[in-house]
């Protein structure tokens, strides 16, 4: 899964790399500041193409938004579960009524610098299923790109009336978004040797091998030359989306473990993403 990430790369910055023509407007929205650990609801900024509010051309228009993580589907009689609609599994997303419409049609990309993801140690959870362990012990590990470069997660977004609030109220319309997830990768991380992979043991000293040693799931991640496909609201077809779903090619991310600061969400700096030589010990997440 995909539940708290990083993201610190500004507005001028997403603007160049993914080329959108045109922002959020301050003034409508929250301001996004610089985020090493983005957590359900916050407000996030994505990249979509959709044409502009009140504008004569109906042509799409490349933009970024900012929106709340935590999608509320357009039927919903109400937002209260949001904060449980972060993700949405590849495998099923053009079936499940809460993201089927979206997949079609209001595709985004999710701008980040890598996420987070918490390991049991393999001794620990042994216990924890023996019984003799209530509360294992949970290692954050952080996952970026190996070349510094952005992270585009795959992501669908919505819009929300809340039939509460008058029509001309500020806050009468929710833009909410989530991230599409997909089996983790078995083959070995960047940097790693190529003989390791879904049976390395997962307890040695050199830490994990593999993604899928870490958790079974990982955020579906865009390659370049699938962002221009994946926003264009005009592709419809399933035929031609299903190959969207597919993973990116293995090898291009690292992990290393971070401190568990990073599992109280009302911590927050770059501190966060410095990496530690091993795993910590004796910590609770």
Request: hydrophobic share 35%.
């Amino acid at each position: 899964m995909c539940g708290r990430f990083a993201a610190s790369r500004g507005p001028e910055d997403l603007a160049g790399i993914f080329g959108v023509e045109k922002g959020d407007a301050p003034s409508r929205s929250e301001t996004v500041v610089p985020d090493w650990n983005v957590a359900p609801t916050k407000t996030v900024q994505v990249v979509l193409e959709r044409p502009l509010k009140d504008a004569a051309s109906r042509r799409p228009v490349r933009q970024l938004r900012n929106l709340r993580w935590g999608l509320v589907p357009s039927w919903s009689k109400s937002p209260e579960g949001a904060a449980r609609m972060i993700n949405a599994r590849a495998e099923t997303v053009q079936e499940k009524p809460s993201f089927r419409r979206a997949f079609a049609a209001r595709r985004c990309i999710v701008p980040a610098d890598g996420y987070y993801e918490w390991m049991t140690e393999p001794d620990e959870r042994r216990l924890e299923v023996e019984g003799k362990k209530k509360r294992a012990r949970k290692q954050p590990y952080f996952v970026t790109p190996a070349d510094g470069s952005v992270m585009a997660f795959a992501g669908l977004y919505e819009f929300w009336r809340d039939p509460a609030l008058p029509a001309d109220h500020p806050q009468a319309w929710w833009a909410t978004c989530t991230i599409v997830t997909t089996e983790a990768e078995t083959t070995p991380l960047a940097g790693q040797a190529s003989g390791a992979g879904a049976g390395q043991d997962e307890g040695e000293e050199d830490g994990p091998r593999s993604l899928a040693a870490i958790h079974p799931r990982m955020p579906l991640v865009l390659t370049p030359d699938r962002w221009d496909d994946w926003l264009d609201p005009a592709h419809t077809d399933p035929a031609r989306l299903a190959p969207l779903l597919d993973p990116p090619p293995a090898g291009l991310v690292r992990a290393y473990p971070v401190s568990t600061a990073v599992s109280n969400v009302r911590n927050n700096g770059p501190e966060l993403l410095t990496a530690l030589e091993g795993p910590e010990e004796g910590t609770l997440f």
